[in-house]
Protein backbone atom coordinates (compact mmCIF):
# COMPACT_ATOMS: atom_id res chain seq x y z
CA UNK A 1 0.00 0.00 0.00
CA UNK A 2 3.13 2.58 1.02
CA UNK A 3 4.02 1.61 -3.04
CA UNK A 4 0.71 2.99 -4.31
CA UNK A 5 0.92 6.29 -1.84
CA UNK A 6 4.30 6.83 -2.91
CA UNK A 7 3.46 6.74 -6.71
CA UNK A 8 1.01 9.74 -6.54
CA UNK A 9 3.25 11.58 -3.31
CA UNK A 10 6.50 11.28 -5.66
CA UNK A 11 4.71 13.85 -8.23
CA UNK A 12 4.66 16.43 -4.97
CA UNK A 13 7.95 18.88 -4.17
CA UNK A 14 9.37 16.33 -1.00
CA UNK A 15 12.18 14.90 -0.85
CA UNK A 16 10.94 11.57 0.61
CA UNK A 17 13.33 8.82 1.92
CA UNK A 18 12.18 5.38 2.35
CA UNK A 19 13.14 2.37 4.47
CA UNK A 20 12.59 -0.74 3.51
CA UNK A 21 14.77 -3.96 4.38
CA UNK A 22 13.65 -5.64 1.55
CA UNK A 23 14.78 -2.87 -0.80
CA UNK A 24 11.40 -2.63 -2.85
CA UNK A 25 11.33 -0.41 -5.85
CA UNK A 26 10.95 2.83 -5.65
CA UNK A 27 9.96 5.46 -8.33
CA UNK A 28 12.58 7.66 -9.57
CA UNK A 29 13.70 10.94 -7.19
CA UNK A 30 13.06 9.22 -4.19
CA UNK A 31 15.85 7.81 -1.92
CA UNK A 32 15.77 4.29 -0.62
CA UNK A 33 17.95 2.91 2.42
CA UNK A 34 17.42 -0.85 3.27
CA UNK A 35 19.11 0.02 6.76
CA UNK A 36 17.96 2.85 9.17
CA UNK A 37 21.65 3.31 9.94
CA UNK A 38 22.18 5.11 6.89
CA UNK A 39 19.80 7.63 7.99
CA UNK A 40 21.09 7.87 11.88
CA UNK A 41 22.01 11.42 11.55
CA UNK A 42 18.59 12.53 9.73
CA UNK A 43 14.91 14.43 10.97
CA UNK A 44 12.05 14.13 8.86
CA UNK A 45 9.08 16.30 9.35
CA UNK A 46 6.58 13.61 8.45
CA UNK A 47 7.19 9.48 8.97
CA UNK A 48 4.93 7.38 7.10
CA UNK A 49 4.29 4.14 9.22
CA UNK A 50 3.86 1.56 6.52
CA UNK A 51 4.46 -1.43 7.67
CA UNK A 52 2.08 -4.38 9.10
CA UNK A 53 -0.04 -3.29 11.96
CA UNK A 54 2.04 -6.28 14.02
CA UNK A 55 5.30 -5.20 13.51
CA UNK A 56 4.82 -1.55 14.54
CA UNK A 57 5.64 -2.33 18.14
CA UNK A 58 9.16 -3.66 16.82
CA UNK A 59 9.90 -1.40 13.69
CA UNK A 60 8.40 2.39 14.79
CA UNK A 61 10.14 2.71 18.60
CA UNK A 62 13.64 3.45 16.38
CA UNK A 63 12.12 6.28 14.45
CA UNK A 64 10.81 8.40 17.32
CA UNK A 65 14.32 10.18 17.24
CA UNK A 66 14.32 10.72 13.97
CA UNK A 67 10.99 12.93 13.93
CA UNK A 68 11.66 16.94 13.41
CA UNK A 69 10.41 19.53 16.34
CA UNK A 70 7.20 20.25 14.43
CA UNK A 71 6.59 16.96 12.43
CA UNK A 72 3.89 14.64 12.75
CA UNK A 73 3.55 10.50 12.35
CA UNK A 74 1.14 9.10 9.46
CA UNK A 75 -0.15 5.98 10.00
CA UNK A 76 -1.90 3.66 7.22
CA UNK A 77 -2.05 0.23 9.33
CA UNK A 78 -5.53 -1.03 9.72
CA UNK A 79 -6.51 -0.65 13.36
CA UNK A 80 -3.69 0.10 15.47
CA UNK A 81 -4.17 2.93 17.21
CA UNK A 82 -3.13 6.65 17.42
CA UNK A 83 -2.69 6.25 21.01
CA UNK A 84 -0.66 3.76 21.00
CA UNK A 85 1.65 4.62 18.24
CA UNK A 86 1.74 8.24 19.68
CA UNK A 87 3.23 6.61 22.61
CA UNK A 88 5.72 4.07 20.57
CA UNK A 89 7.00 7.45 19.06
CA UNK A 90 7.87 9.38 22.08
CA UNK A 91 4.68 10.79 22.15
CA UNK A 92 4.36 12.31 18.77
CA UNK A 93 1.65 13.74 16.98
CA UNK A 94 -0.09 11.53 15.16
CA UNK A 95 -2.80 11.26 12.67
CA UNK A 96 -4.55 7.79 10.74
CA UNK A 97 -5.27 7.59 7.50
CA UNK A 98 -7.34 4.44 6.05
CA UNK A 99 -6.40 4.28 2.28
CA UNK A 100 -7.16 1.70 -0.91
CA UNK A 101 -5.69 0.12 -3.61
CA UNK A 102 -6.57 2.65 -6.20
CA UNK A 103 -4.10 5.68 -4.45
CA UNK A 104 -2.03 3.59 -7.15
CA UNK A 105 -3.67 5.23 -9.73
CA UNK A 106 -5.27 8.43 -7.81
CA UNK A 107 -8.38 6.74 -7.67
CA UNK A 108 -7.90 5.90 -4.03
CA UNK A 109 -10.38 6.29 -0.48
CA UNK A 110 -8.96 7.68 1.95
CA UNK A 111 -10.17 8.43 5.73
CA UNK A 112 -8.37 10.40 7.89
CA UNK A 113 -8.54 10.66 11.65
CA UNK A 114 -6.19 12.95 13.43
CA UNK A 115 -5.10 11.32 17.04
CA UNK A 116 -3.33 12.98 20.14
CA UNK A 117 -1.58 15.56 20.07
CA UNK A 118 -2.00 16.11 16.39
CA UNK A 119 -2.62 19.77 15.37
CA UNK A 120 -5.03 21.85 12.73
CA UNK A 121 -2.12 21.93 10.27
CA UNK A 122 -0.75 18.64 10.83
CA UNK A 123 -4.69 17.58 9.83
CA UNK A 124 -4.82 19.77 6.59
CA UNK A 125 -1.70 18.49 5.69
CA UNK A 126 -2.58 15.09 6.15
CA UNK A 127 -5.79 15.82 4.10
CA UNK A 128 -3.75 17.65 1.23
CA UNK A 129 -1.10 14.73 1.02
CA UNK A 130 -3.85 11.77 1.05
CA UNK A 131 -5.72 14.15 -1.52
CA UNK A 132 -2.87 13.42 -4.41
CA UNK A 133 -4.23 9.79 -3.95
CA UNK A 134 -8.03 10.11 -4.55
CA UNK A 135 -10.54 11.32 -2.37
CA UNK A 136 -10.63 11.66 1.75
CA UNK A 137 -13.30 11.79 4.12
CA UNK A 138 -11.72 12.81 7.72
CA UNK A 139 -13.47 11.36 10.44
CA UNK A 140 -14.15 12.49 14.72
CA UNK A 141 -12.93 8.95 15.81
CA UNK A 142 -11.31 5.96 15.35
CA UNK A 143 -14.50 3.76 16.26
CA UNK A 144 -15.35 5.49 12.39
CA UNK A 145 -12.07 4.69 10.96
CA UNK A 146 -11.79 1.30 11.67
CA UNK A 147 -15.57 1.64 10.05
CA UNK A 148 -13.71 3.29 7.34
CA UNK A 149 -11.68 0.27 6.73
CA UNK A 150 -14.13 -2.37 6.82
CA UNK A 151 -16.14 -0.48 3.97
CA UNK A 152 -13.22 0.94 2.07
CA UNK A 153 -9.76 0.43 2.94
CA UNK A 154 -10.61 -3.50 2.52
CA UNK A 155 -13.08 -2.76 -0.05
CA UNK A 156 -11.24 -3.67 -3.22
CA UNK A 157 -10.40 -6.80 -1.95
CA UNK A 158 -14.39 -7.13 -2.01
CA UNK A 159 -14.88 -6.03 -5.38
CA UNK A 160 -11.72 -7.63 -7.12
CA UNK A 161 -13.33 -11.06 -5.19
CA UNK A 162 -17.00 -10.24 -6.80
CA UNK A 163 -15.37 -9.70 -10.25
CA UNK A 164 -13.22 -12.09 -9.64
CA UNK A 165 -16.45 -14.71 -9.10
CA UNK A 166 -18.63 -12.78 -11.87
CA UNK A 167 -15.73 -13.63 -14.43
CA UNK A 168 -16.00 -17.41 -13.36
CA UNK A 169 -19.52 -17.16 -13.91
CA UNK A 170 -18.94 -15.66 -17.31
CA UNK A 171 -16.46 -18.26 -18.21
CA UNK A 172 -19.20 -20.85 -17.06
CA UNK A 173 -21.70 -19.68 -19.78
CA UNK A 174 -18.91 -20.46 -22.66
CA UNK A 175 -16.64 -17.26 -22.74
CA UNK A 176 -12.90 -18.13 -22.90
CA UNK A 177 -10.99 -15.67 -19.84
CA UNK A 178 -10.30 -12.64 -21.84
CA UNK A 179 -13.80 -12.17 -23.05
CA UNK A 180 -14.68 -12.82 -19.69
CA UNK A 181 -12.59 -10.68 -18.04
CA UNK A 182 -13.83 -7.87 -20.78
CA UNK A 183 -17.59 -8.15 -20.78
CA UNK A 184 -17.38 -8.37 -16.65
CA UNK A 185 -14.75 -5.48 -16.04
CA UNK A 186 -16.79 -3.61 -19.06
CA UNK A 187 -19.81 -3.75 -17.42
CA UNK A 188 -18.32 -3.23 -13.89
CA UNK A 189 -16.41 -0.11 -14.96
CA UNK A 190 -19.58 1.07 -17.13
CA UNK A 191 -22.21 0.88 -14.30
CA UNK A 192 -20.28 2.31 -11.32
CA UNK A 193 -19.15 5.74 -13.88
CA UNK A 194 -22.70 5.73 -15.12
CA UNK A 195 -23.60 5.63 -11.12
CA UNK A 196 -21.17 8.52 -10.67
CA UNK A 197 -22.50 10.68 -12.89
CA UNK A 198 -23.30 14.22 -11.48
CA UNK A 199 -27.31 14.00 -10.55
CA UNK A 200 -27.39 10.35 -10.68
CA UNK A 201 -30.66 8.45 -9.86
CA UNK A 202 -30.17 6.56 -6.38
CA UNK A 203 -28.84 2.86 -6.92
CA UNK A 204 -32.09 1.30 -6.23
CA UNK A 205 -33.44 3.68 -8.96
CA UNK A 206 -30.56 2.19 -11.64
CA UNK A 207 -30.89 -1.29 -11.14
CA UNK A 208 -34.65 -0.86 -11.44
CA UNK A 209 -34.13 0.91 -15.13
CA UNK A 210 -32.29 -2.20 -16.03
CA UNK A 211 -34.94 -4.63 -14.81
CA UNK A 212 -38.32 -5.25 -17.15
CA UNK A 213 -40.96 -6.64 -15.45
CA UNK A 214 -41.06 -10.80 -16.65
CA UNK A 215 -37.59 -10.10 -18.06
CA UNK A 216 -33.99 -11.71 -17.44
CA UNK A 217 -32.42 -8.82 -15.29
CA UNK A 218 -35.68 -9.73 -12.81
CA UNK A 219 -34.81 -13.81 -13.25
CA UNK A 220 -31.28 -12.86 -12.10
CA UNK A 221 -32.01 -10.47 -9.19
CA UNK A 222 -34.28 -12.60 -7.92
CA UNK A 223 -31.27 -15.66 -8.03
CA UNK A 224 -28.67 -13.22 -6.39
CA UNK A 225 -30.33 -11.92 -3.77
CA UNK A 226 -34.15 -12.76 -3.85
CA UNK A 227 -33.82 -14.09 -0.43
CA UNK A 228 -31.80 -11.04 1.08
CA UNK A 229 -28.55 -13.24 1.03
CA UNK A 230 -26.33 -11.21 -0.56
CA UNK A 231 -27.01 -8.27 1.57
CA UNK A 232 -26.47 -10.25 5.05
CA UNK A 233 -23.25 -11.79 3.08
CA UNK A 234 -22.42 -8.29 2.66
CA UNK A 235 -23.20 -7.09 6.19
CA UNK A 236 -21.30 -9.97 7.68
CA UNK A 237 -18.72 -8.80 5.42
CA UNK A 238 -18.18 -5.53 6.55
CA UNK A 239 -18.76 -6.67 10.40
CA UNK A 240 -16.12 -9.10 9.99
CA UNK A 241 -13.28 -6.44 8.73
CA UNK A 242 -14.40 -4.02 11.28
CA UNK A 243 -14.02 -6.57 14.28
CA UNK A 244 -10.35 -7.93 13.22
CA UNK A 245 -9.76 -3.61 12.47
CA UNK A 246 -10.33 -3.67 16.58
CA UNK A 247 -8.50 -6.98 16.94
CA UNK A 248 -5.47 -4.84 16.22
CA UNK A 249 -5.89 -1.89 18.22
N1 LIG B 1 -2.92 -3.58 1.18
C1 LIG B 1 -3.88 -2.67 1.29
O1 LIG B 1 -4.78 -2.57 0.43
C2 LIG B 1 -3.90 -1.74 2.46
C3 LIG B 1 -2.97 -1.83 3.47
N2 LIG B 1 -2.99 -0.95 4.52
C4 LIG B 1 -1.98 -1.03 5.57
O2 LIG B 1 -0.71 -0.88 4.96
C5 LIG B 1 0.26 -1.54 5.74
C6 LIG B 1 1.13 -2.41 4.85
O3 LIG B 1 0.31 -3.41 4.30
P1 LIG B 1 0.61 -3.98 2.84
O4 LIG B 1 1.08 -2.87 1.96
O5 LIG B 1 -0.57 -4.75 2.45
O6 LIG B 1 1.81 -4.96 3.18
P2 LIG B 1 3.12 -5.30 2.34
O7 LIG B 1 3.66 -6.53 2.96
O8 LIG B 1 2.83 -5.26 0.89
O9 LIG B 1 4.08 -4.05 2.66
C7 LIG B 1 4.75 -3.91 3.86
C8 LIG B 1 6.11 -3.33 3.56
O10 LIG B 1 6.79 -3.17 4.79
C9 LIG B 1 8.14 -3.51 4.57
N3 LIG B 1 8.80 -3.78 5.84
C10 LIG B 1 8.81 -4.94 6.52
N4 LIG B 1 9.57 -4.79 7.63
C11 LIG B 1 10.02 -3.51 7.63
C12 LIG B 1 10.85 -2.75 8.51
N5 LIG B 1 11.38 -3.28 9.61
N6 LIG B 1 11.10 -1.46 8.21
C13 LIG B 1 10.58 -0.89 7.11
N7 LIG B 1 9.80 -1.57 6.22
C14 LIG B 1 9.52 -2.85 6.50
C15 LIG B 1 8.07 -4.71 3.64
O11 LIG B 1 9.31 -4.95 2.99
C16 LIG B 1 6.98 -4.25 2.68
O12 LIG B 1 7.52 -3.48 1.62
C17 LIG B 1 -0.47 -2.34 6.80
O13 LIG B 1 -0.34 -1.68 8.04
C18 LIG B 1 -1.91 -2.35 6.32
O14 LIG B 1 -2.82 -2.38 7.38
C19 LIG B 1 -3.90 0.05 4.58
C20 LIG B 1 -4.84 0.18 3.62
C21 LIG B 1 -4.95 -0.70 2.50
O1 LIG C 1 -6.19 -6.43 4.92
C1 LIG C 1 -5.69 -5.55 5.62
O2 LIG C 1 -5.52 -5.72 6.84
C2 LIG C 1 -5.32 -4.24 4.99
C3 LIG C 1 -6.04 -3.08 5.62
C4 LIG C 1 -7.09 -2.68 4.65
C5 LIG C 1 -6.74 -3.41 3.43
N1 LIG C 1 -5.75 -4.22 3.61
Known sequence: MGSALLSQWVEGPE??????PAGSDVPDGVTLVTDRAAIADRNFDLIVAAVKPQLIDDVLPDYAAHLAPEGYVLSIAAGYSASRLSKVMGNAPVIRTMPNLPAAIGRGVSGICPGPLA????????????????T?????????LDRVTA????GPGYVFEIARAYAEAAMAQGFDEDEARKMVLGTIGGAVAMAGEPGAPSLEELRNSVTSK?????????ALN???GL???????????YERAVELR
Open 15 to 20: AITVVD
Open 119 to 134: TAAHTEHAEDFMRRAG
Open 136 to 144: TITVDSEEK
Open 151 to 154: VAGS
Open 214 to 222: GGTTAAGLA
Open 226 to 228: GDG
Open 231 to 241: TTRLHDTLQAA
